[in-house]
């Protein structure tokens, strides 16, 4: 007799666990909140999902439980493999955009990455309830009452997301439901996070995109996050892309907590301060010409305009002034005051610790037959695919071993 498995969230790692299960033999029921499956699968990567990353370091993760065990699982599945399985075993091939080091469905289409994962759920055999949430889980004899006793299930598989974009089914109704079982998260806060803050000299930069570094130095000058160069946007309120948003959640966590945020000190082409003092030394012209020649016009006179000093030419810079106009071209502190919430989050921060897993099989410790994966766990990537990759992974190997042999 097959075994009967509850997967709860058709999200990417729900409908990645339904499959692996049902594809192990199991009876699979995967019960969906809302009346779509993947609503964020559909909007991510801009409505082209990026599938995975094409490399991946340990350090694209954060996680407050132990890295070791994020690692063990990760080495379930390498990114070679579970690339495999996107374009040989659900038919979807991708394709490599080089400049950013992404993976991408070849259709640039994020609807046909959902639409493969629930048809490979469907010719599985799984069986989705939509507008089905799970409230509420109590262990019983030989397996888990759901819903007080509506459904039953003898393995449970929970991957009901975390808390960005509640408008769309994810509010943390998985959390209560483990809550109930005195299964706590670690505080949550938003991550991948769009920064609020007035731009340098009060002008409004909306629309202008460069690339950037940006260090995270925290109030008592230790060095948390060194940012390689990426994309930087300044927005109606502040300021967004992949430079800011990686390392966003160093400025909201401390905000949350109530403590001193951290600085967020811009290099607004990426250099070090070293190559800016040579350009002030041996650059021919003025300060203007110089920032000119390496920023956008209109962020290179909202610095000069923003400046004590104003324009001058360089060979007439003292020290201290130049000491000065390097800093804020290579350290510039983002005036950074808020940031746009759960609304806009791309990722949870905190969530369930990986300490409380078999990190071989994703149950939970306490609760034989209860297992979790993808985004409720305290687990997040940098931009760049390394969410779904989680996903992807922990939904797998979530679904294998629910499915597995007694
Ligand atoms: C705008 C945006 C763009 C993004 N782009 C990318 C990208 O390009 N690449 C990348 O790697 N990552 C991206 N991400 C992050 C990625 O979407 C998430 O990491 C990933 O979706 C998490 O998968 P999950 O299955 O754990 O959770 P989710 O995808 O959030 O799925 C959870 C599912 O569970 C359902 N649910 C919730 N509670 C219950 C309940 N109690 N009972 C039943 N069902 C329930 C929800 O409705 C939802 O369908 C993006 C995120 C956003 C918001």
């Known amino acids: 007799m ?21 594809m192990g033999g199991a009876r699979v029921t995967l019960v969906e909140r809302t009346d779509k499956a993947g609503k964020k699968i559909l909007m991510s990567g801009g409505t082209r999902c990026n599938v995975l990353p094409v490399v ?4 694209d993760y954060h ?20 690339h495999r399985w996107f374009t040989d075993e659900l038919g979807l091939p991708l394709a490599c955009e080089v400049e950013t080091n992404k993976w991408f469905p070849v259709s640039n289409e994020a609807r046909d990455v959902r639409d493969a994962l629930v048809n490979a759920c469907l010719r599985a055999g799984v069986r989705i309830l939509y507008d089905t949430p799970l409230t509420r889980l109590k262990p019983v004899p030989d397996g888990w009452s759901i819903n007080g006793g509506a459904l039953f299930a003898e393995k449970v598989v929970l991957a009901s997301g975390g808390y960005s974009v509640p408008s769309i089914g994810t509010d943390g109704l998985g959390h209560q439901a483990l809550a109930g079982l005195g299964l706590a998260s670690t505080p949550v806060y938003p991550a991948l996070t769009p920064l609020r803050g007035a731009h340098p000299g009060g002008a409004q930069l909306a629309g202008i995109t460069l690339q950037v570094a940006v260090d995270v130095v925290a109030p008592n000058g230790a060095v948390l996050a060194r940012n390689r160069r990426s994309g930087f946007l300044f927005t109606h309120t502040g300021f967004s892309g992949p430079a800011v948003l990686d390392v966003s959640h160093h400025w909201i966590r401390a905000h949350e907590a109530g403590e001193t945020p951290p600085r967020l ?28 020649h390496h920023l956008p016009a209109r962020l290179a006179d909202a610095l000069l305009a923003s400046s004590p000093h104003g324009d001058a030419p360089l060979a007439e810079l003292g020290k ?87």
Request: net charge positive; aromatic share 10%; with cysteine.
């Open 2 to 22: 097959s075994r009967n498995v509850l997967v709860a969230g058709a999200g990417a790692a729900g409908l990645t666990a339904a499959y692996f299960a049902a």
């Open 56 to 59: 991946m370091e340990p350090d």
């Open 63 to 82: 996680t407050g439980s132990s890295p070791n065990r994020l690692r063990n699982i990760f080495k379930t599945w390498n990114l070679e493999a579970c």
């Open 265 to 292: 000190l811009v290099s607004w082409d990426g250099r070090p301060a070293e190559a800016w003092d040579t350009d002030f030394r041996t650059f021919k012209g003025t300060v203007r010409g110089l920032l000119h």
């Open 320 to 406: 201290d002034k130049r000491r000065d106009w390097v800093l804020r071209m290579a350290a510039y502190p983002l005036a950074v005051a808020g940031h746009e919430g759960w609304r806009k989050a791309e990722v949870t921060g905190g969530g369930i610790p990986l300490d409380v897993l078999d990190p071989a099989t994703m149950e939970v410790r306490t609760h034989p037959g209860l297992h979790l994966c993808g985004e409720i766990l305290d687990v997040f990537g940098r931009i760049g695919g390394f969410n779904f990759y989680w996903a992807w992974v922990s939904g797998r190997l979530a679904g294998q071993k629910v499915s597995a042999a007694r």
